[in-house]
């Protein structure tokens, strides 16, 4: 028995002491690791902010481009209806036409009408230039979505491997923990004990889905830039002065086509919105046991 305890009293202090140092190498491979994990995480959430916001942004303009549109055609109805009543005096006689002229003169509807005329005519312009002016702003958008998402998704990537590199690191922590039992190191052991349970946090948060929130947003911000160009192009040339001098059922056709991909670029705009707010709630949870695992490992 005796012999026993002569041995202990030699081996215990030989394995505490082969602990600490297997402790304070993992430990540095530890901080090495986790720690830096919380300012990506943070970046990660301002982009991500940013890019709802300019999604946003972009709905509410393609939104309002089409309600501009749609404005715009109710208006051009009215002024097909006084066009109509007035190019009806090309196919009149001479002998009509000057009664037209006396009635044009005499009547004060005839008058109203030509002035309401022109002021639908400014109104139906004013319209045309508000849906592209909006249209070219929610292209702009989608083209800074298309640069955030991609950012992000590289960044998101980037993170995910250093989360497994930091969570390897701290499994490594636990034989040595319990080992700790062996030597009786309470304090090591209950410190070794917090960052364990602390960072291994990591595995009830999937950054994946950052990741892949984005990759959809990346695909659908790309698909807008094209549609919203097309619908900014098209408003333009409907509105152009050529165009609204021209071919009047030209000019009909071009404006249903850039109302309705100013429609289909606001549901676009508002989806790619929606796939970075789906993951706000994932970012925040990573980032709040990033912090809490740097806490742990810098105490």
């Known amino acids: 028995m005796k012999r026993i305890i002569f041995l202990l009293l030699i081996i215990l202090p030989k394995i505490s002491l082969c602990d600490t140092i297997d402790m304070n190498v ?3 491979s530890a901080r090495n690791n986790c720690i830096g994990i919380a300012d990506e995480i943070t970046n990660i959430k301002n982009k991500n902010i940013g890019n709802i916001t300019v999604s946003s942004i972009g709905a509410v303009a393609a939104g309002g481009a089409l309600y ?26 001479d ?8 009635d044009w003169y005499e009547t004060q509807n005839t008058l109203e009408e030509m002035q309401e005329y022109q002021e639908l005519t400014d109104d139906s312009k004013q319209h045309g230039n508000i849906r592209t002016g909006l249209m070219a702003t929610n292209t702009a958008t989608a083209i800074t979505n298309t640069a955030l998402s991609g950012n992000i998704k590289n960044q998101s990537e980037d993170v995910s491997e250093q989360i497994k590199l930091c969570l390897k690191s701290i499994s490594e922590l636990t034989p040595i923990m319990g080992q700790m039992y062996i030597s009786g190191n309470k304090s090591d052991r209950e410190y070794l004990q917090n960052i364990i349970n602390t960072c291994e946090e990591f595995h009830l948060y999937d950054i994946d889905k950052v990741t892949n929130a984005n990759i959809a947003s990346l695909a659908t911000s790309s698909a807008n830039i094209a549609t919203a160009a097309t619908a900014t192009i098209t408003s333009a040339l409907a509105n152009s002065t050529d165009i609204r001098n021209g071919d009047p059922t030209k000019e009909k056709r071009l404006n249903k086509t850039a109302n309705a991909f100013s429609g289909i670029s606001a549901g676009i705009s508002a989806t790619s919105s929606i796939l ?4 706000i709630k994932t970012i925040r949870n990573i980032q709040s046991v990033a912090q809490r695992c740097e806490g742990a490992l810098t105490q």
């Open 276 to 279: 970075n707010a789906t993951t």
């Open 95 to 102: 002998e009509e036409f000057v009664d037209f002229l006396v």
């Open 26 to 28: 993992i430990l540095e």
């Open 68 to 93: 501009a549109g749609i404005t715009k055609e109710q208006i051009d109805k009215k002024l097909a209806e006084i066009e109509k009543s007035i190019q009806s005096a090309e196919n009149l006689s």
